[in-house]
Structure formats: C-alpha cells, structure tokens
C-alpha cells in the first residue's frame, strides 16, 4: 500500500472516484491524470449552451481544477497515459511539455470515456462540419453561429478552451442552413439548439424513426413534433458525403428518389460514440460488448487491480443479466463513486444500468428503459410482446391534460416486464422512473398493473397512463 | 344464478364494477341503485370547477346515465337501499316516489362511498357555510361566489344538480373574505380556489403543518406557497366555532393569544371525510379501520355474497399488510373494477393500497406514499428513520431547476423503505410514482440508491433528488 491509487481520466467517473476515495480514505494518495484541460464537465448540457438556454460555458463545469485541489486529489491536467504496465503496475506518462515518466500504482481506474465518431465522415477538413465532442468543439460551432460582429469571447468563459479555434470560427460568416447527421439524442438535441439559433435546420436519419432506442412510438411524436417547430426532417436517408472543399458546401444524401444534395453551410455529425480502449492495447485486457473494456460487478477488469469505468466500460444490465454497453452519465458517476469505495477498503458493487434515458425535442418529452426493440429482447432470449397506448396526462377536465404514449414491453411465457417508453409534452420524461423502477424489482406486468400510483387531476388521471399500458399489454397476454 | 348483481351506489367503485361485470358476464344481469341523482362524477375535480378552471360541471361527469345503460346495465336512480337481508339475499329499497320493495341478489356489492363530515360545526343551518360534500354542494358554493348579477347557471349544466339550492346561493349577496376549516387537501385545493376566484382567503389549521399526512417538509413548503400567493395561514389555530345567525358572520378559533374571532362571510368545512357504512347496521357485518366495512383481499365482507369497495371500505396496505382505510379514487375504481370480474367467475385481488396521494397549491406540487409520520410507523411495528433533503429537479445549468425536498422513511433494522414525500415546483409529484412502485416491490434503501433513473438536463440532474435522499437516509443506516 505503498503507491497512489491512479486514475486516468478527470470527467464523471474518474473524480467519481477520486473524490469518494479521498472521503474513505483521507491518508492514502490518488493521483489523476487528465490529457486535456478540461475536467469534470456536463456533456449532456453541451446543447443547451449552444442554444444559448445556457449562458456561459463555465456554467457547464461540476468542478474546477482548484476545487478539485482543495479535495486533496492529485490532478494533473496535460498529463497523457500512453501505456499500462498490469505486471509492473506502472503507467506511463506522457506530459505536455514532452517529458515522459513512469507512474507505479497500487490500484488503476481507466476512466478514459469516449469520443464522437465522425463515421465515413471527413469533419476536421471542413470548416462548418462538426462533432460534439468535447467542450472546445462546443464552443467552436458556438462561435461559428454567431454572426461575426456579434460574437460574446465571454460565452466560452472557461480557460481551458482552445481559444485560437474559437476566434477562427468566430470569424467565418455566419451560417445560414445547418444539415444535422444522425436522428440519436445529439441530433434531437441539436435540432432544437440551431432553431433556437435561428437557422434553417434540416435533420437527416439513416432509417425510418428517429432515435431509434426509443422505439417506434417516441419516434414518430418527436419527428412531429420538429416538424411543427421548423426542422425539416429526413428519414430513411443515409447521408452519403459532406460536399465541399475546405468549407462545407453541401449534404449529399440518399432516398426513395435516388441521391441528392441540399447546399448547407453547416453540419453537426451525430451518429455515435466508441469507448476510448486504446489505452489498454496489448495488455491482455478483456473487451466487451461495443468494445468497451468488459468490468466484473465491482468495476474490476480482467487485469489486477486494474478498474474501468464510464463510457469506456461494460456495466451489468439490469433485464438481461449480461453485460452491455451504454455511455450514460449516471451509469459513469455511480460506477466511479463504487469503485472509489472499493479501492479505499468498502467493496461496492458498481450497481445494474437498465438503460435508462431521457430526451426532450422543444415540448416533447420522451423516456425510455430496458429492451424496447423486439430484436434486442428476441437476442436476449426473451419473446417479447408489446402494446402501445395512448392516454392522458392529467383528468380529462384539468386544462393541459395531453396525450401521453406508453409503450410496454414483456416476456411472454413469464409476463416480466422488460421494458418501456413514454413520451409526451406533460411531464412525460420523468414517468419512465416508475418503470426502470418497476423493471429492475424484476416486476411482471400484472404487478405493474397493480401499483397504487398517484391520482390528481392536475398531474395524473385516475388510471395513470402507465396503469392503462398495463391493463392494455395483461389483456395480451392473457390471449383476449 | 337466478338473481342479479346488485350493487348500491353509481359511483367510481360501484359502475366499475357494474361495467367490469357486464363485460366479463353479458348473459347475467346487474342492477345499480343509486339513493340520489348523481352518478359517476369526479370528486377530485370539484376545487377546479369553482376555481373556474374548468368551465362546466357536465366536465366533471365521467359517465351520463344514458351511457350507463348503454353498456347494459339497469342504473337505478332515485332507489335508496335502506336494509340488507343476507340469510334471505335481499335488499330493501325505497324509491323516491315512496315505494318500497324487496330486491333478491345472487351477489351483493356495497359502494356507499363516503360524506364530508362537519365536526362540532353546524354547517346546514348558516347560509355562507359549506362543505364540499358533493356536486349540489360544488353547485351551490359556485353560486355563493358569483355576485348576483353575474351568475352564469350554465356553469351548472347538469340535470341532477339542485336548481333551488343554487338559485338561492346565487341570490345572495357575493362573499369577500373566506374561511377554510382544516389544512388537508380539501383545504389547501380550495384555498388555491377562492384564491382564483378573488376572494381573501384564511385557512386554518388545528395543528402546526398542513397536510399532515404528508409530513413537516410537505407541510411546511405548501404553507409558504399559500402565504406567497395572498392565503392567510393560521397554524395551531383550532377553530372553535362559526358565528352566525342564520348567516354566516365570522369564525371563532383559538391559539397562542386565546380565543379570537375573524369577520367571514364564507366558510368551507374540510375536516375529513367518514365511511358509509349504516346501511350493514344491524346484519353482524365486521368493521375495520376508520369505521369503513372490512374486507379481504377479494373484497368480501364476512358475510356471504356481500362485497364492499371504495370509500366506505377498508383494504390492505403495502407496507404494512395490515388493513387500512384510506378513501381515494383509484382505490374505488381498481376494487370496484376487480369485484366486477370475480362475482363475473374471474377471480381478482383487488390489490393492495400504497397510500400514494399528490395535491397540488399555485406552483407547488407534493406527493407522499407509505408511512410518513414516525408514530404511525412505529404503529405497525417498524423502527423509523427518515432523511430530507434538498436538491435541484433539473441540472443547475438548466433553467427551471427548482429545489425538490424528499423524504424518505426506512425501517432502521431491515433497511427496507417504508414510506416518503416529495415536494417542490418542478415535476415534483408525480415522482412520487417511482417510490411508490419501490415501496410496493418491498425495496430496501440500498436498492433504491441504485436505481438507474433517467438523467436529462431539462428534466433530473445526474443524480435524481430520489438518489441523493436515498444515499443521504443510507448513510444514516450505516451509522455514518
């Protein structure tokens, strides 16, 4: 127990870690290393900050390098690991003045995350294409919006970011019509940040419904729903090539029609994330699915004393019992905190994922949880059957009462639930918490039907519309 | 099988039933007697049609008579059944023409329902006093509001209503200063009612927080909403009688100064609600908790063939397992629909209850399930230990997030969650749902902690306020 416990990474699940570890165990050393500048910032907000809900970049940051300090964690910043030593335990270390040095470690936590993946994409030649990376990106298309005159230096307040990229996109005219790649989260996200910017917004999708986790019926609504707000929506178009020649030009995409191409002067890809492995090539580490690092229920590789966490590991998920990989933010905070309990001396299981997650497009709200496609459960070994209905969100009479849409989904010889969306414009997002909740007690759907959920005309009908999916999905199964 | 199903009173949990029945058993008869002229209506909007957000009382009617025949079922209006016979099977019925007679049942339900009761108060002989009791008295107490000139009877636009009594109300002279007896949820909804409708408002409370089922955070969060939006809230502040002679003139109540009394010219009564339960008099029929009918988990009473359900019945808690009686909609509904299907030779649970309640006062939103008051923890025989705590409904970043307190309540030697609250502006009480389905899948605090529940910016920050009060309450367990 002479050495520092390591981690590498300085985002959700690495000063998760850290700091619990600190709190546990206040005489041992953590040291973090972080490649970058920025540390512990909410991806997640990155859109509202474009859109400008948001409105400084600073706002987005959970803790600054000083706080940090202050926890009496070891974080350098500019400090790259570049190899792990699992018989040595040792990691090296590069920093970014050029040295190099060798780091022994009684416990390693890879947090390294992931990265947006530009797919056959060429984003870094074009100016006005982008991926929402990281922060600096961020805060690039920010400053690529503006109007040149009337770019605020003070929104991207933060020092850690590139400053020069910044300056240079804030200089290129402003854009007129943006081409969104991809119809997942980021895409929705975006849709509704570059409206919100006032720009001509086009959305292009690869198959027939937008975010495709979440199932037909959420789907559809959302698609509507950015319609009505003045994104042109594409589906079934596979975005073929970004046209242009040092600036983008155009979006050349495929349809019905054959391929076309919609001149645009800007271009978010969206179209997924890949857990940042790399690191641990030609260790022996164990990867798993989507080729994330594959983590025991404690966080624990398949290496000594070696941890990962967050986007660029596997979690247990609640409904299969099987590994999975699901990038979220909890799932990185909570494995982080557990395993920086662990190392101090309390193991923690890192805690099941059910796949839980929300988004909203403008007043659209939507949930999902577990296995909502009929393949992803039929790969599990499940049989799944599913029933969509449409109900209200409050008494008939209350004004604001709107249609909601449940979907659920169950195995068909045990009646389990095994997973479900919502979606709806009244507080429709946050009611996908009763079913991850329903779904991870393991609960059939007539127990579901059977929950004493609230009743009050403001924000539930006698029958929440979750208790009507499961009266609905019973009588399925029953064979009525 | 020669005899009908006889079910007394058409409301939620008696026309469930019917319904339900003649579904399930469309070649056997059912008949309905109802002792008055309503049929069918929600309780629960009442506040909102005085407070003039919702605009007729026919929007409060879930099902017309002529709809209740159309499903096949003999609705009987104007029939008080005044005795039950169970060694012979049949009831007495009085019809308000003054007829009487003898109907047989093969199987009998009893859905009485519950009345508003007045305590030491008398509330029939003050004009300006009032319950809210029903629909005529809905009627009438929006008739009193109206100054004389600008009543609008269509607002009562229903057949049923007691055209005499709301005349006579619209008549009199229109009232300026209010007071309601008792802070439950009739109390805190009228005030927010008579708030609406511009009258001064004083709302008195015997003890020192309003809404005492739903525990102190709940309590005292409302009463700060109320006072924010021009409600007087006297806490501690027994009423001990209204003045008047005829008309209402004022209110007497004590506190810490004595005994005082304050000018009104309109009182509503909310000081609970009591079984109805006289009609079993005399038959050796058991009662259980809060006076109301006991019953199984079938809803059978101990006599043969005679069913009860909704407010005039017990039934059994979650938490507990013990029989409780708490008059609430869904409880009515989910028993009388269940009742239908068994006397249909569909044996059905009516289910067990969670107490799960949400009220909503302006902006402010609560909902409490399980056992939130230590002594009535300590009661059933657990060992409480609750923590509150604070936290944002949204990202900090985001705007709209808002303070949301939890409760939650454990018992200290098995960890398991026995009951809780939430409160606050932002999508608070329909949270409430996800501790409810916790509490009903017998989860212990640990396992809520681990809940994967959605993290979106615009709707929970990465740890829900559910998450922080769990891992709060754990370390609590833990000694910490």
């Given amino acids: 127990m002479s050495d520092p416990f390591v981690v590498v ?10 700091s619990k570890f600190r709190r546990e165990a206040p005489d041992r050393e953590v040291v973090v290393f972080e490649r970058g500048r920025w540390i512990s910032y909410a991806y997640c907000g990155m859109p509202y900050f474009i859109e400008g809900r948001v409105e400084r970049m600073s706002n987005l940051l959970s803790l600054s390098p000083s706080e940090v300090d202050e926890r009496g964690i070891d974080l350098r910043r500019g400090h790259e690991v570049v190899a792990v030593d699992p018989d040595g335990t040792t990691v090296t270390v590069e920093t970014a003045d050029g040295d190099s040095f060798a780091q022994p470690y009684d416990d390693l936590l890879v947090a390294t995350g992931g990265r947006a993946t530009t797919g056959r994409f060429d984003v870094r030649g074009l100016d006005g294409a ?13 400053a690529y919006i503006a109007e040149p005159d009337a770019y605020d230096p003070n929104r991207a307040d933060v020092s850690a970011v590139d400053r020069e990229r910044v300056d240079r996109n804030a200089a290129m005219p ?9 119809g997942g989260y980021v895409g929705v996200e975006m849709a509704e940040a570059l409206v919100g910017r006032g720009l001509d917004v086009h959305l292009f999708h690869r198959s027939a419904h937008l975010l495709s986790d979440f199932g037909e019926a959420v789907g559809e609504r959302v698609a509507t729903e950015l319609e009505a707000n003045g994104v042109t929506v594409h589906t ?4 073929e090539e ?10 050349a995409f495929g349809g019905a029609d054959g391929s076309e191409t919609l001149p645009v002067d800007m271009a978010i890809v969206g179209v997924g994330i890949r857990p940042n492995t790399e690191l641990l090539d030609g260790t022996g580490v164990e990867l798993g699915e989507g080729g994330a690092i594959a983590t025991d229920d404690h966080g624990r590789t398949n290496l000594p004393d070696v941890y990962a966490a967050g986007d660029c590991a596997t979690a247990r998920h609640a409904v299969t019992g099987e590994p999975a ?4 933010g909890l799932t990185a905070n909570r494995a982080g905190r557990a395993i920086g309990a ?3 001396g309390d193991p923690s299981p890192v805690g099941d994922i059910a796949g839980t997650a929300a988004v909203k497009a403008f007043e659209m709200e939507a949930g999902r949880v577990g296995l909502v496609e009929d393949e992803a459960a039929r790969d599990a070994g499940f049989d799944p059957v599913s029933e969509t209905v449409t109900a209200g969100s409050r008494s008939g009479y209350y004004p604001g009462a709107a249609p909601t849409d449940v979907t659920l989904v169950a195995d068909r010889d045990s009646g389990r639930l095994i997973g479900g969306t919502v979606v709806g414009p009244d507080r429709a997002a946050i009611r996908i918490d009763t079913l991850a909740t329903a779904l991870e007690a393991d609960m059939t759907v007539p127990e579901v039907e ?3 959920l609230a009743y009050a005309p403001p924000f539930s009908p006698v029958w929440d519309p979750i208790l009507v999916a499961a009266k609905v999905l019973n009588g399925t199964l029953d064979g009525e």
Avoid: K, Y
Wanted: proline residues 5%.
């Fill in 242 to 251: 970004l046209v242009g020649d040092g600036r983008l030009r155009g979006i």
């Fill in 342 to 344: 662990t190392v101090a």
């Fill in 9 to 18: 990474g300085a985002d959700a699940a690495g000063l998760s870690a850290a």
């Fill in 174 to 182: 402003a854009p007129e019509t943006a081409a969104i790649v991809g």
């Fill in 236 to 239: 079934n178009a596979p975005v």
């Fill in 450 to 452: 059977r929950l004493d």
């Fill in 130 to 142: 982008f991926t929402l990376h990281d922060m600096d990106a961020a805060a690039a298309i920010d």
């Fill in 325 to 328: 990989w699901m990038p979220l």
